[in-house]
């Protein structure tokens, strides 16, 4: 795996992944308050949150369960001296579908944050993570 990032300016960075595909971060605030994107550690919990999600998706559609969609809310917490690493991540996943087993929903996300997601086993090397979840039944119209 590769990846390059690039100095813009200030405090402006431009990441480009292996296959191409670019994104903007930095901590340079603008005169609205805004940043030019997220900065590196806002990127490395979206990371935790996408690797996971991705992992529960999977095992549930190789389950052949009706999964629809799947969001993960993650909360976090750093250390206050350098490195300013994660000490505590909350991921909340509200996963909906036809008909979801409550049991398989909760099996797919304890294997993904135990055994499969490999940004959460980096990540539990300075973290606490705890997760919780809830299913939302669609209808089908």
Known sequence: MKARVKWVEERTFVGESGTGHKV???TAHRPDGKTP???PMELVLIGTGGCSAYD????LEKGRE??????VE???DRAETDPKVFTRIHMHFIV???ALSRDKVKRAI????EKYCSASAMMAKT?????DFEVVETVVK
């Open 74 to 76: 993650l909360d976090a």
């Open 24 to 26: 903007v971060l930095g």
């Open 96 to 98: 909906k579908g036809r």
């Open 127 to 131: 973290a606490t993570i705890t997760h």
């Open 110 to 113: 304890d294997l993904s944050i």
């Open 56 to 59: 529960v998706v999977h095992i």
């Open 37 to 39: 994107g997220p900065s």
């Open 66 to 71: 009706a999964v629809e969609d799947c969001v």
